[in-house]
Structure formats: structure tokens, C-alpha cells
T-cell receptor, first 118, second 114 residues
């Protein structure tokens, strides 16, 4: 079974600064997908960024980028030019290639609560 | 339409009540999921429907009963719940065969069992 670990329960960043959220995972699979989701107080889980394990290039979406280290099983999220709207709980998630049944589930880390201060 | 819609947004029910949660999407996704999220915890998988075929998490108690009437609609029937079942219930969908897409989540139903 796969596990996902987020070792930072809470992080704080000043507006316009950069912050990095950590995530490590454990798996015996060689191909899989990794995601970062954001959950603001409105409760909806919003996909921030995704990474295919077979791609060496790190994914980037505007101010969000990842540092994917496959050998180290590490998948950190960097938020640049932080904004007040970035304040939320951030979950790292793992998904195997299986497309049906319970094997298609997302396995989540415990989350990191990000505060953005003025 | 790129949304997953969940109703109701809030629900308070007694331990002897029967209620249902509803989830709807019109994106043509043929995989739909129910997740349970306790406060300050990550979501945990309860049920998966792939092409209207059910797969369950064996640890989910029988007082939760899922139903998938068609490819766009997912229900979660609740009966004789316990106070510890109070949680946020999230519905999600995904196009089968496109695991790299991630899920599209609804905004959840906040359930309180009294």
C-alpha cells in the first residue's frame, strides 16, 4: 500500500514571498501520478498541480511549481509571490495507474495548513 | 459544465433518521467517488463507482449505502448513523482511463449526527 507523508502541519508566509511545502511518499510502483490539492475554508478540494512520475520535467502552473525527486520519493510544492487567497489546507496526493475500482483512489497526506500574512 | 454538485450543503440528522446525500456531474465522467473527511484530517475513500459498477472500502459500515442510478448521479443513503459519523462527505469524479487528470471534487455535505 502507498503512503503519503506531509511533515509540516502548519506553515506561514508573508504576502509576495515564496514558500515550499514538503511531501514524501512510499510506493513500490514505478509509474504513478502525484497531485497537490488546495482546500480553502469553503471546503472544496481544488487541484493545484499534477505530475506524472514518468516525466522528469517538473510541473509548473503559473505561481505554483513542484520539485519532483523520484529516487528520493519527494514531491514538494513551491508557491511564489504568495497571495492572501493562497491561505488554505494543502494536501499532497498519490494515485496509481489503475483506472477502476478502489485501486483508482487518491491517497492523501495529512495536509499542511498555510497562513499568508500581510 | 465542469462542476460536481452536491446537495444538501449541510445536514443535521438524528440517529434514527434516514437521509440521502446527492451528487451530480455532467462532464461524462464514468468514475465517481464518495470520500469522508473528519475535521483536520485528509479525505478517506468510502466507495467507488466505475461505469456504474460498485467497489467498496471494506471498512465502511453498512449504515452507509451507495447508489448510482445513472452515469451522472450518485447517492449516499444514510441510516441509523452514529455521532462519530459526523463529517464532511465529499463526492468526486474522474474520467476512467485518464488517471493523470486527478479528480473534480464537489464542495461537500457537512453532516452532523445528533
Amino acid at each position: 500500500a502507498q503512503t503519503v507523508t506531509q511533515s509540516q502541519p502548519e506553515m506561514s508566509v508573508q504576502e509576495a514571498e515564496t514558500v515550499t511545502l514538503s511531501c514524501t511518499y512510499d510506493t513500490s510502483e514505478s509509474d504513478y501520478y502525484l497531485f497537490w490539492y488546495k482546500q480553502p475554508p469553503s471546503r472544496q478540494m481544488i487541484l493545484v498541480i499534477r505530475q506524472e512520475a514518468y516525466k522528469q520535467q517538473n510541473a509548473t502552473e503559473n505561481r505554483f511549481s513542484v520539485n519532483f525527486q523520484k529516487a528520493a520519493k519527494s514531491f514538494s510544492l513551491k508557491i511564489s509571490d504568495s497571495q492572501l487567497g493562497d491561505a488554505a489546507m494543502y494536501f499532497c496526493a498519490y494515485r496509481s495507474l489503475a483506472s477502476t475500482g478502489t485501486a483508482s483512489k487518491l491517497t492523501f497526506g495529512t495536509g499542511t495548513r498555510l497562513q499568508v500574512t500581510l | 459544465d465542469t462542476e460536481v454538485t452536491q446537495t444538501p450543503k449541510h445536514l443535521v440528522m438524528g440517529m434514527t433518521n434516514k437521509k440521502s446525500l446527492k451528487c451530480e456531474q455532467h462532464m461524462g465522467h464514468r468514475a465517481m467517488y464518495w470520500y469522508k473527511q473528519k475535521a483536520k484530517k485528509p479525505p478517506e475513500l468510502m466507495f467507488v463507482y466505475s461505469y456504474e459498477k460498485l467497489s467498496i472500502n471494506e471498512s465502511v459500515p453498512s449504515r452507509f449505502s451507495p447508489e448510482c442510478p445513472n452515469s451522472s448521479l450518485l447517492n449516499l443513503h444514510l441510516h441509523a448513523l452514529q455521532p462519530e459519523d459526523s463529517a464532511l462527505y465529499l463526492c468526486a469524479s474522474n474520467p476512467p482511463g485518464k488517471a493523470n487528470y486527478g479528480y473534480t471534487f464537489g464542495s461537500g455535505t457537512r453532516l452532523t449526527v445528533v
